[in-house]
């Protein structure tokens, strides 16, 4: 096993608890990849009597200080503050998918926001089509550096089968 998946807000905690900050600790002790599903559905599309709330993620980044060495990969964020986004850069390893960022130049942005090593190729697919996430590639007028980076380098860095 090389990484673990956490989905906060289907299981009812969030990320300021000891029990997180311990799971964080671990997983780099035992060199695992942590990846955080902010949400798995886009609450403007759930029933009303139905709704689960994207994880706030504002608790994460004083939790990545506190465990030195974890690798975090940040999955299905949707409108993370530019803001955000840098603290949580800058806490430690961390990396974002883009499978849900939207709008005109949405992964253009995001590789405006942090730096592109930061960012991994994501599609949530079968869900999306993958051909949406493949055109936000093409819209961002990626260079074959970034695109490089974007689908192979981050996440072999992150799986610990790279550099």
Known sequence: MKAIRLHPNYHG??????????????????????????????????????????????????????AKGVRVQILNH???APEELKELAAA????????????????????????VERIAFGSYYPFFLIESALGKVKEASATEQQMRSIFTATAQRLSGDGK
Request: hydrophobic share 50%; aromatic share 4%; charged share 25%.
């Open 13 to 66: 905690y969030g990320l300021d608890g000891a029990a997180v900050k311990q799971l964080l600790f671990e997983a780099a002790r035992r060199k695992l990849l942590v990846q955080v599903a902010v949400q798995m559905e886009d609450e403007r599309t759930q029933h009303p009597l139905l709704r689960v709330a994207p994880v706030s993620l504002k608790p994460l980044a004083a939790a990545l200080r506190a």
């Open 92 to 115: 430690g390893d961390v990396c974002f998918d883009f499978a849900m960022v939207e709008g005109v130049h949405g992964l253009a942005r995001l590789m405006k926001t942090i730096p």
């Open 78 to 80: 949707m409108r993370l």
